[in-house]
Structure formats: structure tokens, C-alpha cells
């Protein structure tokens, strides 16, 4: 349990602050709104220790948006510092706040360590937020940065640097096209499906993938004459054939790339 600072609080706002490290979470997320419905800066210090150690997601949430309703020029610096916290989650909620206040000065609070996060759940908020705060002028570096990302993680972290790329708009399309010739078959094909997705956001996640894995096995040209035949076209049993209807295979047993 996060030691509550109580120092130069009323009896009523001790008690509140002591609430916010109670066990029941319903009581920690409504003393989380109760603080933030009356901000006081006294409370900032236990404000974001408890964004570090808080457990429940929608508790973190309304922790964090209590820090929005202080001052930013009283919360940010306290923010910075959890950017480089040893806790990958003091450090993940501390880049989500920032993205709530969405002051843009703190675009350079966004490191490349950040970006290249070991833990996924900080760089998944990193990229994020790096997109939402980028200046126009520097959009490009951020596109390559993201890039070097492809391949990473499962299903979830894939899914979650596709979105950023996306939102991050068509300065990402040099950088994605340069990917999809990458020959690691995991980046190639995060990097088709990601395009796919930017080029049409209603296209389904995966279904995107499915797509840029069948690229990916049966080569540009191939799939590009296979989606040009005939639904009624009778199979021919040549060698190419043969060997599409390999490489295919070889595609849906492989290991999927996610996004």
C-alpha cells in the first residue's frame, strides 16, 4: 500500500486521500473522483504513486483524469519524472496522462527508449501518444521510428502500432512500402497488412492480415494474378500451380503476423 501524504490536508481530505488505497476498488475509484472533482495539489504526490501501483484499469483511468484537473504547470513536472521510472507501469500511466492533458510541449518527453519500450504495454502507450503530440515537421521521423517497430509482439501489439501508423496518416506510406520488401516475413506482411489498413481504415484487422501473409507467401505478382483469375477457373496441374498451392499452404501454417 502507496503511504498517503497527508501534510497540510483537512481531517476530510486525509480521509479521502486514504481512501484512494483502500482495498474495495469501488471505494479507490470513487475517492479517485472525489479528488479530482475538488483538485488540490496537495494531493498530486499520492496522485501519482498510486497511477504507479493501482491495479484496476478503470481506477488508473479516473487517477489519471484527476491529475488532468490540476494545474498542468503543477502536474507535468511531477508527470516527467514517472517517465523514467524503474516501474513499467508508473511509466506507461505517466505517458497516458500526458496524452489526457495533451499539452504539446511534451512532445520531447517522447524518447526513442520510449518508442523501443522492452515492456510492451509502455511503448504500446508511447506510440500512442507520440502520435497524438508530434509536430507536423517531425511526423516523417516519427513514421520511421514506428516502422522499426513491425513484427513486434502478439496479436494485441501488433494491432495497437498498425492503429498508430494509421492515425499517424500517409507520411507513413514511404516507410510501410519500404517494409513490405523487408525479408523477415513478419515485418513484411505487418507492414501490408498495416498499409492495407491506412489505405482503407474499414477494412477488418484481420482480414488485413490474411491478405499480407498471402502476399507475403505467394509473392506480389502471383497474388496479384490469383486475385485476377476466374472464381469458375478450373485448377491446371502445373508446376506453378503446384508450387502457389504450396507456397499457400506454407502460409496457413505458418505462424501469423498480427496487427
Not at 475509484?29 to 501501483?53: H, K, Y
Not at 495497437?160 to 513484411?188: F, M
Not at 481504415?201 to 509473392?219: K, S
Request: glycine share 4%.
Amino acid at each position: 500500500m502507496v503511504a498517503i501524504n497527508t501534510t497540510h490536508v483537512t481531517p476530510q481530505n486525509a480521509r479521502v486521500a486514504g481512501a484512494l488505497g483502500a482495498e474495495d476498488s469501488s471505494v479507490r475509484i470513487q475517492a479517485a473522483l472525489a479528488v479530482g472533482s475538488n483538485p488540490d495539489p496537495v494531493f498530486l504526490e499520492t496522485l501519482v504513486e498510486r497511477c504507479a501501483v493501482e491495479p484496476d484499469f478503470f481506477v488508473r483511468d479516473m487517477l489519471s483524469w484527476a491529475l488532468t484537473r490540476l494545474s498542468p504547470e503543477v502536474a507535468l513536472p511531477r508527470i516527467r519524472r514517472e517517465l523514467g521510472s524503474e516501474r513499467p507501469q508508473a511509466r506507461s500511466q505517466a505517458l497516458h496522462t500526458l496524452s489526457k492533458i495533451g499539452d504539446r510541449s511534451t512532445w520531447a518527453w517522447i524518447t526513442r527508449d520510449m518508442l523501443r519500450d522492452s515492456d510492451d504495454e509502455v511503448a504500446r502507450t508511447a506510440w500512442r501518444v507520440a502520435v497524438a503530440l508530434v509536430p507536423e515537421d517531425e511526423e516523417n521521423e516519427l513514421a520511421d521510428e514506428l516502422v522499426r517497430q513491425l513484427g513486434r509482439g502478439d496479436r494485441s501489439v501488433q494491432l495497437s502500432l498498425s492503429r498508430a501508423l494509421v492515425d499517424l496518416g500517409d507520411v507513413t506510406r514511404p516507410a510501410l512500402e519500404k517494409a513490405a520488401a523487408n525479408p523477415d516475413p513478419a515485418v513484411a506482411a505487418h507492414a501490408r497488412a498495416t498499409e492495407l489498413l491506412r489505405q482503407n481504415p474499414q477494412t477488418g484487422a484481420d482480414a488485413a492480415v490474411e491478405e499480407a501473409r498471402r502476399v507475403v507467401a505467394l509473392g506480389p505478382e502471383r497474388a496479384a494474378a490469383a486475385s485476377a483469375a476466374p472464381a469458375d477457373a478450373e485448377p491446371t496441374q502445373t508446376t506453378g500451380t503446384a508450387e502457389t498451392t504450396g507456397a499457400a499452404r506454407d502460409a496457413e501454417t505458418s505462424e501469423a503476423p498480427h496487427c
